[in-house]
């Protein structure tokens, strides 16, 4: 299983967005995915349509009382797409675990030790606006990072303390971190100011700069208030096909894994009986780009 840490400690910028749509494009494809809420805010849980205030089992049982990672996954309404939810008790887990020796590295344990683990062909780790210890434990579990990065002014700023940390975290905690890719999101290629900022961002990640661009669609914007991932939502949208093709370049990235074929089922959990709904609105009516 190739674990990835979506980060970056800006709100706003996609990561929640990328780690959903991302992962339903690549469990499209037959990779069997799992995506882990990492943020308090919870709205990756959300997103795949659970309920934070309804879970009673989220990543706050595992990174506080030691729950087993296959009690906490989770199936979605995508086939091949799992998720371990979070709710707003993670915001404390940062203080409950701050005297504890060995708080870097309780996920990366728990990863190593879940069974279920050679069922799921990628793991993405959704990263809350912040570098604290939740952010830590991502990017000590993590191989790859990718960083989402809004196209707007200012975005570079915090761009050295995040590469200070990941540095940090590759030379004491795992030497086998590597940064995968810097992605634009809400990109407006109409506007000067997006070309402008992406010339930017160019000059200082080079070859990290990913080829794809997520453009600004409102679709990937509304597919969260309904529960769904943007080829539930709106399969025909330019976000759809932007996440597409950025499931391209990704794979490309990590070394194209082959998807495992099996039978048996993940993480304890029921394979997921429920087909991706049909959007209810017109997808052909985009609202922007
Ligand atoms: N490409 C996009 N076009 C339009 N809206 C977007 C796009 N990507 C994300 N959004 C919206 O922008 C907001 C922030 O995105 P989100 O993925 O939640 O960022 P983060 O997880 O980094 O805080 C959300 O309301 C989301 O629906
Ligand atoms: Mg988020």
Known sequence: MQRIAVINQKGGVGKTTTTVNLGAALAQRGYRVLLLD?????NLTVHVDKRPDLE??????????DAPLAELVQPTSSANLFVVPSDTSLAG??????????????????????????????LLMDCPPSLGV???????????????????YLS?????????VVQLVQKRLNQQLKIAAVLPCMVDART???????????????????????????KLAEAPSFGRTIFEHAPDSNGARDYEQFADEFLAMIGSPMPATRSTNAGGS???TVAPQAPDDDAAAEGSA
């Open 134 to 152: 939740l952010s830590a434990n991502a990017l000590v579990a993590a191989h790859h990072v990718l960083i989402p990065m809004q196209a707007e």
């Open 93 to 122: 887990v940062e203080q409950v675990l701050a005297n504890r020796i060995g708080r870097e590295t309780i996920l990366r344990e728990a990863l190593d030790a879940f069974p279920a683990a050679k069922d799921f062909d990628i």
């Open 192 to 218: 000067n100011l997006s070309v402008e900022v992406l010339r930017e961002i160019d000059t200082h990640f080079g070859s990290l700069l990913c080829k794809s661009r997520i453009r600004n669609n409102v």
């Open 156 to 164: 570079l700023q915090g761009m050295a303390k995040l590469m200070e």
């Open 38 to 42: 990492l943020d308090p805010q919870a």
């Open 56 to 65: 009673s089992n989220t990543l706050t049982n595992l990174l506080i009382e």
């Open 270 to 272: 029921p394979t997921p």
